[in-house]
Every structure is written in structure tokens, then in C-alpha cells.
């Protein structure tokens, strides 16, 4: 079983929905929690970056965290044919240090006008 | 977010050849870059942690004498491909780790090596 189990997709959906992106983890120790866009043969950018558990709204993005249950979503509102990417969940267990991050293998989403 | 530059975007280069791809973090200390590559439609793959000043830390299966790393400062880091073969052509990444509480990872927009 992965530490980090992430559906690839591709999912496609019409412009203007609400797109729900999800990671599952099996590493109770994760405690950091982040999520990157990238888009077609460029690095990976940070989008979110989330410890808690609950919500943390920026803009059209809703990063939350659900640790008992060991769930991480990402929401995108009001979604753009510019937010066809691919999103990637990623994680670790402390921060400092330069710990390395556990990634998900990536959702790919196309916004399709 | 913090800036991360990296170059070459894009080689191409013959069969035996070795190929140096660099890393600069431009607006803070990277005390610890990341080094991965990336297959065509599937996830990042660590291949080696860089400490400034100290010896990188490769993950299993890497050849460290293939894939040499080298973080003479804490702004850059360099990956050389040595003795690049077709098998090698990938899509390189670097990302560098801002340090401290709430630490994050930037990365670097990638080099697409292409071994002739």
C-alpha cells in the first residue's frame, strides 16, 4: 500500500464547476500538508499549505484536512480551462530540516470551456 | 512565493556526454534542495537530497557516481549527468526547502534532458 494514495483522473469538467480534488494517507505521523498545480512540462507550484485540521480558504482554492480520517481535499470554485493542470498532493511529518515531502502520483484535470 | 531558478529548460545532447543542470534559490538560503525526476504523466521521484557544504544523501537505486550533486553555496545546486545515455532523457526537477517552522518547497520550472 502507498503512504499516499491519490486518484490520477483524468477528470474533466465544465467550466464554472466546483472541482473536488482527494488524497488519502496511511502515515498517521503526516502533519504538514500541501498541495501543487503543475502544469505540462514545468515544476510543480505551490498552491496550498495547510497543519490543521479544518478549512483554509485562498481565493477559488479550499484546502482541508480531515487527520482522523486521514483525508486531504482540495476545492476549486468557479473553475477556469487555465486551472487544467495537474495537482498534486504532498506531505510530510515535520518541517525544518529540509524534510522530504510524500507525494500522491497527481490528478489530472482539464476545465473544458 | 519564493523564486527558484533553474537552467537549462531544455537540452539535448549526444550519447556519452554529461550534462550539468543548475538550481538557485534567488530570494532565501536553501540549506537543503531536493533533487527529482519525472516520467511522462506520473509523479515526482526523489532521487537525492543536497546539504550545502556536506556530501548528497541519494535514495535507493540512484547511482550516485552517475548522478553527481554538488551544493557549493546556499543559493545553488548542481546536478551533472555524467556519461548521459538515452535511458537518462527525463524531466529533471530541483526544488529548494525555505528551512525553519512552517517550512516549504519551492521548485524549480524543470530541464528536459533529451539524450541523443
Known amino acids: 500500500q502507498k503512504e499516499v494514495e491519490q486518484d490520477p483522473g483524468p477528470l474533466s469538467v465544465p467550466e464554472g464547476a466546483i472541482v473536488s480534488l482527494n488524497c488519502t494517507y496511511s502515515?498517521?505521523?503526516?502533519?504538514?500538508f500541501m498541495w501543487y498545480r503543475q502544469y505540462s512540462r514545468k515544476g510543480p507550484e505551490l498552491l496550498m499549505y495547510?497543519?490543521?485540521?479544518g478549512n483554509k480558504e485562498d481565493g477559488r482554492f479550499t484546502a482541508q484536512v480531515d487527520k482522523s480520517s486521514k483525508y486531504i481535499s482540495l476545492f476549486i470554485r468557479d473553475s477556469q480551462p487555465s486551472d487544467s493542470a495537474t495537482y498534486l498532493c504532498?506531505?510530510?511529518?515535520?518541517?525544518?530540516?529540509?524534510?522530504?515531502?510524500?507525494f500522491g502520483t497527481g490528478t489530472q484535470l482539464k476545465v473544458e470551456l | 512565493g519564493a523564486v527558484v531558478s533553474q537552467h537549462p529548460s531544455r537540452v539535448i545532447c549526444k550519447s556519452g556526454t554529461s550534462v550539468k543542470i543548475e538550481c538557485r534559490s534567488l530570494d532565501f538560503q536553501a540549506t537543503t534542495m531536493f533533487w527529482y525526476r519525472q516520467f511522462p504523466k506520473q509523479s515526482l521521484m526523489l532521487m537525492a537530497t543536497s546539504n550545502e557544504g556536506s556530501k548528497a544523501t541519494y535514495e535507493q537505486g540512484v547511482e550516485k557516481d552517475k548522478f553527481l550533486i554538488n551544493h557549493a553555496s546556499l543559493t545553488l545546486s548542481t546536478l551533472t549527468v555524467t556519461s548521459a545515455h538515452p535511458e537518462d532523457s527525463s524531466f529533471y526537477i530541483c526544488?529548494?526547502?525555505?528551512?525553519?517552522?512552517?517550512?516549504?518547497?519551492?521548485f524549480g520550472s524543470g530541464t528536459q534532458l533529451s539524450v541523443l
Open positions: 502515515n498517521s505521523a503526516f502533519q504538514y
Open positions: 504532498a506531505m510530510t511529518s515535520f518541517t525544518g530540516g529540509g524534510n522530504k515531502l510524500t
Open positions: 495547510t497543519y490543521s485540521s
Open positions: 526544488s529548494a526547502a525555505t528551512g525553519g517552522l512552517n517550512e516549504k518547497l519551492f
